[in-house]
């Protein structure tokens, strides 16, 4: 099931899950099937991450062209709130976010498309998120927007005094700030 969110281009999508008395199967990709419902996305690249504590936060993260990412993300173990900011110069929607819990138990899966923030924050121990990207990293086009910026005012379900984040992601600028660059 293929479930649009509040911002264009940014998508829930819920996998069939068999269940019986073992547990679960779940085909989680299937190209040929996600593009007989519209999605046509090549990935090029999968990413793992961990996060021992919850309240971990990673992002808000992107790519610049020609190296932007869109991303495919699924919690494999915990769970996360998920978050797209739309950055796409000269959008209606430019600075709106869209998020999703994302979790192992829910099997959900966010596709952010380029040209969008993306930042995760774990609610739960142990967590390990996976996500597929239609770009390889570039780190010389890489760049992010502090996650607190009050601008945005993403709801984030942790308290900015106790959030983790790396010390690369706590000295990124704020959208305004970081603006001119998503104009390249």
Known sequence: ?????????????????????????SETWNQ????????????????????????????????????????????????????????RHGSPSFGRHAAAELSVANGRQLWIPPGFLHGFCTTEPDTEVVYKVTAPYDKASERGVIWNDPDLALPWPVPAGTALLSDKDNL???????EPWFRL
Do not use: Y
């Not at 991450?49 to 991303?71: E, M, N, V």
């Not at 990124?172 to 970081?178: D, G, K, S, Y």
């Open 1 to 25: 099931m293929i479930e649009p969110l509040d911002l264009p281009g940014v998508m829930l999508i819920t996998p069939p899950r068999f269940a019986d008395s073992r547990g679960w199967f």
């Open 32 to 87: 040929a099937r996600l593009a007989a419902l519209g999605f046509t996305e090549t990935f090029v690249q999968d990413n793992h991450s961990s996060s021992t504590r919850p309240g971990t936060i990673r992002g808000l993260h992107c790519q610049l062209a020609p190296f932007a990412q869109g991303k495919l993300v699924r919690c494999i173990r915990g769970a996360i709130w998920d978050v797209a900011v739309d950055i």
């Open 172 to 178: 990124l600028p704020r959208l305004a700030e970081a």
